[in-house]
């Protein structure tokens, strides 16, 4: 019988690409653990505005990153991200903790507190992490990286309807914030959002999740055997 081998899988991309839906139903199909390294980012940023830390006070976000005990655990509501004792999954998916988090994100003392706390989530191989900067600096050499984008008006429309109920934002409103976001991502001096050299770049705008995650899938399959 052929054992395939566990495969460290990233997927970056900008915000509304589909990554989460993606990384979430490929580890599926894989038996993979899901990491959503946003989550980490956004956990700082909840945490950060709860206790009064700006974003731009490095010496406070340090403080900030070595009391805290960020962790992910799987129950009868899926995969939740706890802050010590506390589920503050839902707290963080928020407009305001997607903004909070792209500037926590640009700070050197968070990125290098996530550096450490990611690579040992992936010691062990057989898992995907999502994010936006898996492949060029937190695991450069994973076994295999996808870059997922679409275009901002599709990626506007999917997170308008995700937060459809949840927000009084309207669609000009999350297409403006996400072009905001790109361009601070993008652009920032620390890990700015871009594709790995070796990154296999995936266009999700004209196609289904499924169709991306059985393309995924092949891709894998080739590295595998």
């Given amino acids: 019988m052929c054992v395939l081998q566990k495969l460290l899988v ?6 509304g690409a589909g990554k989460t839906t993606v990384s ?13 390294t946003g989550a980490l980012y956004r956990g700082i940023a909840y945490e950060a505005k709860r206790r009064g830390v700006r974003h731009d006070d490095g010496e406070a976000l340090g403080a900030l990153c070595k009391s805290m005990d960020l962790r992910f655990v799987r129950n009868e509501n899926g995969t939740r991200l706890l802050s ?52 060029t600096v937190v695991f450069p050499d994973a076994d295999i990286k996808f870059f997922l984008d ?13 937060l459809e109920g949840k927000t009084a934002q309207t669609l000009e409103d999350i297409e403006r914030d996400i072009r905001q976001r790109d361009e601070n991502d993008s652009t920032r001096d620390l890990a700015p959002l871009k594709p790995a050299h070796d990154a296999i770049r995936l266009d999700s705008t004209d196609f289904s999740i499924d169709d991306v995650v059985d393309l995924m899938l092949d891709y894998i399959t080739g590295v595998q055997l």
């Avoid at 979430?24 to 959503?36: A, E, M, N």
């Avoid at 707290?91 to 507190?113: D, F, G």
């Avoid at 679409?150 to 995700?162: C, D, G, H, L, V």
């Fill in 84 to 135: 010590g004792q506390n589920d503050i999954t839902d707290q963080i998916r928020t407009p305001e903790m997607s903004m909070l988090a792209s500037a926590v994100s640009a700070t050197a003392i968070v990125r290098h507190y996530l550096l450490d706390v990611q690579r040992a989530m992936g010691r062990e191989k057989g898992a995907v992490f999502e994010g936006r900067d898996m492949g």
């Fill in 150 to 162: 679409a275009s901002p008006q599709t990626r506007a429309f999917r997170r308008y309807k995700e």
């Fill in 24 to 36: 979430k139903r490929l580890s599926d199909r894989l038996g993979y653990r899901y990491i959503d």
């Fill in 10 to 15: 990233t997927i970056d991309g900008p915000a």
